[in-house]
T-cell receptor, first 115, second 113 residues
Framework: DTEVTQTPKHLVMGMTNKKSLKCEQH?????MYWYKQKAKKPPELMFV???????INESVPSRFSPECPNSSLLNLHLHALQPEDSALYLC??????????????FGPGTRLTVL | AQSVTQLDSQVPVFEEAPVELRCNYS??????LFWYVQYPNQGLQLLLK??????LVESINGFEAEFNKSQTSFHLRKPSVHISDTAEYFC???????????FGAGTRLFVKA
């Protein structure tokens, strides 16, 4: 299984809602990533987890809260988002972070719209 | 600090014509270089990568890229494109031992019939 899955595919939420994005991989990868991608832009790194520990937080606002319950799962909890947070949220995994073989496998993304 | 520059934001080309998508990088350390492709409404997929060894790397669908250290470039080429190659292409760099991959701004390849 060389797939990264993400749910839901689409999410519409109000600014007062609380929601979560879910990402799963079963490739035995020990590094997982969250990216935010605005239209016609490259992915911007948000968080990196390595061996289930948060290794990088790219100064992301606290209304985004990542969680790595186990080596296969990565969640992104959303609360009190702003309309400018609307974007495609991509999850990725790699065998290890900080290693030569850090080719990343991406999920299809969750298209988030904040009203 | 590393950076990646993709010199063309859009490249229109006719089907069966050759294409080159340009990528330059800057880094003070050894780097690993990647090309990713993103089809509409999908995530990114790795197209090819340079880690070490032969400077010419190839993908299974006819793309190739050449690592040129003196020119700090990693241009992507294909001798004959298909309509199905229409997509966004991202050049990316990560440093040895680094946790981050830095993406270029992307080049939209549009193949016309």
């Amino acid at each position: 299984d060389t797939e990264v899955t993400q749910t839901p595919k689409h999410l519409v939420m109000g600014m007062t809602n609380k929601k979560s994005l879910k990402c799963e991989q079963h490739m035995g990868h020990r590094a997982m990533y969250w990216y935010k991608q605005k239209a016609k832009k490259p992915p911007e790194l948000m968080f990196v987890y390595s061996y289930e520990k948060l290794s990088i937080n790219e100064s992301v606002p606290s209304r985004f809260s990542p969680e790595c319950p186990n080596s296969s799962l990565l969640n992104l909890h959303l609360h009190a988002l702003q309309p400018e947070d609307s974007a495609l949220y991509l999850c990725a995994s790699s065998q290890e972070a900080g290693a030569t073989y850090n080719e990343q496998f991406f999920g299809p993304g969750t298209r988030l719209t904040v009203l | 600090a590393q950076s990646v520059t993709q010199l063309d934001s859009q490249v229109p080309v006719f089907e069966e014509a050759p294409v080159e998508l340009r990528c330059n990088y800057s880094s003070s350390v050894s780097v690993y270089l990647f090309w990713y492709v993103q089809y509409p409404n999908q995530g990114l997929q790795l197209l090819l990568k340079y880690l070490s060894g032969s400077t010419l790397v190839e993908s299974i669908n006819g793309f190739e890229a050449e690592f040129n250290k003196s020119q700090t470039s990693f241009h992507l080429r294909k001798p004959s494109v298909h309509i199905s190659d229409t997509a966004e292409y991202f050049c990316a760099v990560s440093d040895a031992g680094g946790f981050k991959t830095i993406f270029g701004a992307g080049t939209r390849l549009f193949v016309k019939a």
